[in-house]
């Protein structure tokens, strides 16, 4: 029966061209602090949990909220040269806010790092700290998973962890404000 899962994980990675949960977390956790690695844990938990009551790809979305702050923890300079290598050129404003730039980076590092192709999800890691327009549904889901996670302590967060539950496109605009 050992043989069984390494199979079916395998056939799991082919049918979605995605990593296992096990390859991520392989490489995210040496590379992250260990708050951050728990913050991850936690999106990962609350993206599915939301996924899965809003009819989204539990795998997709589960992959999203491990990788979205894989490269939070590099220096700046490390950023900067990773987008520039990326073919990313920051404007003036953007280089004013580097609490921004792991989530350009993380988008660039899941395709390099880890092989997805999946633009879904790429784009959930790139726009789940500013969020963007005409969001997709895993999009919104990363964008309030990411402050609605059981890690976060902030005095409103179990309002925002029901209302997820109860209306996700408005916990991400009461989340904008």
């Known amino acids: 029966s050992s043989l069984v899962v390494p199979a079916a994980k395998e056939r799991i990675k082919k049918a979605y061209g995605l990593p296992t949960n096990e390859e991520i977390i392989g490489k995210i956790k040496p590379i992250l602090k260990e708050s951050r690695f728990r913050h991850s844990l936690g999106v990962a938990k609350e993206i599915t949990e939301l996924a899965a009551l809003y009819g989204c790809d539990i795998r997709r979305a589960e992959v999203a909220g491990l990788l979205h702050d894989a490269t939070k923890n590099f220096p700046d300079e490390w950023h900067l040269s990773y987008m520039k290598e990326n073919g990313f050129e920051p404007d003036e404003e953007f280089l004013r806010s580097p609490q921004l730039f792991h989530a ?74």
């Open 104 to 177: 350009v980076t993380g988008s660039f590092y899941a395709r390099n790092e880890f092989g997805i192709e999946d633009e879904g999800i790429i784009s959930a890691i790139r726009y789940h700290t500013t969020a963007k327009p005409d969001m997709t549904l895993l999009e919104t889901l990363l964008y309030v998973s990411d402050f609605t996670e059981p890690t976060r302590t902030y005095d409103d967060v179990d309002y925002y962890r029901k209302l997820a539950r109860k209306n996700i496109y408005e916990a991400a605009a009461r989340g904008l404000i």
